[in-house]
């Protein structure tokens, strides 16, 4: 396993059900379902994610934390999606490691303080309207293939 995206405590099924489909589609290995992010079997889940869930590992954990913990111990890195002062423009951003865990955070309130203090990176989308923000299945779309994108041309180099 290369590639993994965590998921923070999404609230929204049918995010989880995208979340899914387009981490299959973008060729990731793994999807980590943490702290009340939903689960399949469910209809609202499978509604969106059109069966994805059968093709794609995926795994519950109740900490997204303890999940960093161990993946930056198998040699990750780790990567958040959010907007903090730290945080570099996702199409700018070089991803040389061949071992990265992309972090999506809640709806709302975004990914957790401790899972940021976790990561090695913080990415952002830069954002261009009025709303300073993206729905967490579109901004996790964009960054699952602009990260898995280097990852690609890296393995065939």
């Given at each position: ?9 999404i609230?929204?099924l ?8 387009t ?73 040389p490691?061949k071992?990265?865990?992309l972090v ?10 401790e ?15 009025q ?16 990260v ?10």
């Amino acid at each position: 396993m290369n590639s993994c995206v965590i998921l923070e405590n999404i609230r929204s099924l049918h995010n989880v059900g995208s979340l899914l489909r387009t981490a299959d589609g973008a060729g990731w290995d793994k999807i980590y379902l943490c702290g009340y992010t939903g689960c399949p079997p469910d209809r609202r889940i499978e509604k969106v994610s059109l069966g994805a869930e059968e093709f794609i590992t995926w795994e519950h954990a109740e900490s997204a934390g303890e999940v960093c913990k161990k993946l930056k111990k198998e040699g990750f890195e780790i990567l958040a999606l959010e907007q903090t002062a730290s945080a570099e423009n996702i199409f700018e951003a070089k991803f040389p490691a061949k071992k990265r865990a992309l972090v999506l955070g809640n709806e709302v309130e975004g990914i957790s303080p401790e899972v940021l203090a976790l990561a090695d990176r913080h990415l952002e989308i830069p954002m261009h309207g009025q709303k300073s923000s993206l729905n967490v299945s579109v901004a996790g779309g964009v960054a699952m293939y602009r990260v898995n994108e280097q990852l690609s041309i890296n393995n065939e180099q």
